[in-house]
C-alpha cells in the first residue's frame, strides 16, 4: 500500500515525495535527503521552506530516570508555517541534518 505524504508547510510540496523518500537515508528518528526531512506518519518538511535553521541543545522528559530529563541535540527550522524543533541522540546526526537543511533551502552562504 502506498503511503501519503502530507507537507508541514501548505504550499510546499514535492513533485513526488515517494520517489524521494526511498533514496532517503536514516537519521535518528527521521529520514533525510537532499531536498526534506521526513517524519514518521507521512509528514515531510521540504528545505525549500525553510528560512532559518538554528541548532541547540534541547532536553526531554523521560519517566524513571535521570532525574526526569535527559539532554538532546536540536534542529530548529524555522517556515512560513512556524518553527519545528527536530531531536536527535548526537551531535554529528544533528549537525549533518542542519546542514543539508541550510543547503536545500540555500542559507548555506
Known amino acids: 500500500m502506498a503511503r501519503t505524504w502530507k ?20 537519521a535518528g528518528q527521521y529520514k533525510v535527503s537532499a531536498l526534506t526531512l521526513y517524519q514518521g506518519g507521512g509528514s515531510y518538511l521540504p528545505f ?3 528560512t532559518e535553521v538554528l541548532r541547540d541543545k534541547g532536553s526531554v522528559h523521560v519517566t524513571g530516570c535521570c532525574a526526569g530529563g535527559v539532554l538532546v541535540e536540536r534542529v530548529v ?3 512560513p ?6 531531536l536527535f541522540d548526537t551531535v554529528r546526526t544533528a549537525d549533518r541534518v542542519a546542514g543539508l537543511c541550510r543547503a536545500g533551502a540555500g542559507l548555506d552562504g
Open 77 to 79: 527550522v524555522a517556515t
Open 81 to 86: 508555517a512556524g518553527k519545528r524543533a527536530f
Open 48 to 50: 525549500s521552506a525553510v
Open 7 to 26: 507537507s508541514m508547510v501548505p504550499g510546499a510540496e514535492l513533485p513526488d515525495p515517494g520517489a524521494d523518500y526511498r533514496q532517503a537515508s536514516r
